[in-house]
Nanobody, 126 residues
Framework: QVQLVESGGGLVQAGGSLRLSCAASGRTFGKYILGWFRQVPGKEREFVAIITGSGASTRYGDTVKDRFTVSRDNAKNTAYLEMNSLKSEDTGVYYC???????????????????WGQGTQVTVST
């Protein structure tokens, strides 16, 4: 099972940008689909983005489409979430998650992911 560690969160003003990283252990990183989710207290974890093992295909949640970009560097066992034009409603704890590529990336439920990182806080101030 792959282990994940997120980093790059912090405080940013509305309209600004941040890049989150998700570092993974193991030698088979490219076999895993990676997802990004976020959560605020009292709400369910929300799907943000997903990327296939090769990085060739991606999907985004409706609230972040055209502002966020997910990518990965399999040689570095790392995935990224580039966040631009940040809004106050983007505030939350951001998690990366991994699963083997047995389900298509159209499946974006939290229950479809087996491995999760500890999360990194993103706060967008107005």
């Amino acid at each position: 099972q792959v282990q994940l560690v997120e980093s790059g969160g912090g405080l940013v003003q509305a309209g600004g940008s941040l890049r989150l990283s998700c570092a993974a252990s193991g030698r088979t990183f490219g076999k895993y689909i990676l997802g990004w989710f976020r959560q605020v207290p009292g709400k369910e974890r929300e799907f943000v983005a997903i990327i296939t093992g090769s990085g060739a295909s991606t999907r985004y949640g409706d609230t972040v489409k055209d502002r966020f970009t997910v990518s990965r560097d399999n040689a570095k066992n790392t995935a990224y979430l580039e966040m631009n034009s940040l809004k106050s409603e983007d505030t939350g704890v951001y998690y990366c998650a991994a699963r083997l590529s047995t389900l298509p990336i159209a499946v974006t439920t939290t229950t479809s992911f087996r491995s999760w990182g500890q999360g990194t806080q993103v706060t967008v101030s107005t």
